[in-house]
């Protein structure tokens, strides 16, 4: 920067809390703020001043960049969504009689893990101060995937019909994997 | 901030299309297009109209690209055509809208306050 002692803090304080694109980004509209009020007969340190007030303090972008984070949205829609999912397939399960399968209790013990950590992961990333930790979604969005997949190769594997509530949860969550490989590189990209 | 900009931000998603739709700009120039349009009501801070331009983006609604302006890098958006059709779109409602709100209150003269 071309500018003031001032806006390099400022934007070091941006550089530590955000991506280095948004950060760019910012530093080339904050350089035509701060010129825009140096053409206006301010001096470098009052433009510096009313620049970075214009901008508005670190701690409200950053918390405007996480509320509209891809990471933090599909959270929050994945969180919303379970509900419904854990609807379709307790239902599908009990309609299955699940307790009669012979699932290795290893298997069902992981997948349980599995699940908890993917619930604890996307609350983390929705209710987070920190950009990066919405980025967590990325990595919960493919294991979400993977239990998603496990789960339908179970009801393949050991169901002996196809009931009401697995008709509704198979394309339900065929339709989530989809959504969430998808999400994934997204996540990870910003 | 001001109650307007609180207010502008319901809004907000179609003044930036509306404003974009008069031509590609980056982010600064918007945030001060959005000021002088608005006879400088809307005066949201500059740091935050760049969330919402990355929203609309990946909405597809708008398309960004980099470019080097005074050795920085710069990113312009611009509208897309789905950007558009949701301005059009967006633009009616809005003129239905005020046409109702201002049918009502402009029916009757204003109450005299004491």
């Known amino acids: 920067m071309a500018g003031h002692q001032l806006i390099d803090d400022y934007l070091a304080e941006l550089a530590r809390r955000l991506p280095a694109d948004d950060v760019d980004e910012l530093a080339d509209g904050l350089e035509e703020t701060f010129r825009h009020h140096q053409r206006r007969g301010l001096s470098a340190a009052c433009a510096a001043a009313a620049a970075t007030a214009e901008f508005g303090h670190p701690d409200l972008i950053v918390k405007e960049f996480i509320r509209q984070a891809p990471g933090r949205r599909a959270a929050l829609a994945l969180l919303a969504s379970g509900p419904m999912f854990a609807a379709l397939w307790g239902s599908s399960l009990i309609s299955a009689q699940v307790w009669t399968w012979s699932i290795p209790l290893g298997a069902a013990v992981a997948f349980g893990a599995g699940l908890l950590a993917v619930v604890a992961t996307l609350v983390a990333a929705a209710v987070t101060r920190s950009y990066q930790r919405t980025r967590l979604t990325g990595p919960a969005c493919g294991l979400l995937a993977v239990l998603d997949g496990a789960m339908l190769a179970a009801i393949a594997l050991a169901a002996s019909a196809l009931s009401w509530p697995m008709a509704l949860a198979i394309p339900a969550s065929i339709i989530r994997i989809g959504l969430a490989v998808r999400t994934v590189p997204r996540v990870l990209a910003r | ?114």
């Open chain 2, 1 to 114: 901030m001001r109650p307007e900009a609180q207010a502008l931000k319901g809004h907000l998603d179609v003044l930036l299309l509306a404003t974009l739709a008069e031509g590609p700009q980056h982010g600064y120039a918007i945030k001060e297009a959005l000021r002088e349009g608005s006879g400088g009501r809307f005066d949201l801070p500059t740091g935050t109209v760049y969330p919402a331009l990355h929203r609309l983006e990946r909405a597809g609604l708008i398309a960004g690209a980099w470019s080097v302006v005074d050795g920085r890098r710069r990113r312009s958006y611009r509208i897309t055509d789905t950007g558009e059709r949701r301005l059009a779109g967006e633009r009616a409602n809005w003129r239905e809208f005020a046409q109702a709100v201002t049918g009502i209150l402009e029916r009757n003269p204003w109450p005299a306050t004491s």
